[in-house]
């Protein structure tokens, strides 16, 4: 892929501004989709949709965003299972298919957090999330176990979607409101989108 990442335009007082990316090697496929009008974006779509996390989580923050910000090497590096991997996306696939998902996003780096931050602000719309309490609740928001995928569904598909994801679909809560607030037994995070937004913007000076 591309070693030249770079944007030139204007600020707001008509100065140039040049913004680069360091050089980062980057790996692209390409493919023919069958039907683009089911392809699916990763910005919550609608107030009351149900939220997902697909695959497992476990805790795997060896080299991850999270342990790096607390500088340390962290613990087990991520594991990949191949055909566990191949056999969840097949049936992310027929449940995109079937026009069961409104959202869909990997979580990859920093984790589900990140993840769901992300999606969040894409849509511009807050999510209320409970997480399970199967590990501690900071490697469960910030493990970068591989494979898993943050989707939003329509409460009028949740059941035809759990039957066709099966137990990898773990429900996390709903879309709505103008924060993200995820809870572990207690309140544990509680981001207002915009503050979220304009951070995620600052290093780019607003772009």
């Not at 984790?111 to 590990?135: C, D, N, Y």
């Amino acid at each position: 892929d591309s070693m030249f990442n770079d944007f030139s335009g204007f600020d707001e007082e008509n100065n140039p501004v040049k913004v680069s990316v360091l050089p980062t090697l980057l790996i692209s496929s390409i493919g023919i989709h069958p039907d683009v009008t089911k392809a699916v974006s990763m910005d919550v779509k609608f107030a009351g949709d149900l939220v997902y996390v697909i695959g497992m989580t476990a805790e795997e923050l060896g080299g991850s965003e999270y342990f790096m910000h607390l500088g340390s090497p962290g613990n087990r590096v991520p594991a990949l299972d191949l055909d566990a991997a191949r056999e969840r996306y097949g049936r992310l696939a027929k449940a995109i298919d079937k026009g069961l998902v409104a959202s869909a996003f990997p979580v990859s780096h920093g984790g589900l957090l990140v993840a769901l931050a992300k999606v969040s602000i894409a849509g511009r719309l807050g999510m209320e999330i409970a997480i399970p309490s199967t590990i501690r609740p900071d490697y469960y928001l910030f493990s970068e176990s591989l494979g898993r995928i943050v989707v939003t569904v329509s409460p009028g598909s949740r059941q035809a979607f759990e039957e066709t994801i099966g137990s990898d679909a773990v429900l996390l809560g709903r879309v709505g409101g103008p924060d993200l607030r995820v809870t572990a037994g207690r309140p544990i995070v509680d981001l207002r989108v915009a503050d979220m937004e304009a951070a995620y913007r600052a290093p780019f000076g607003g772009y």
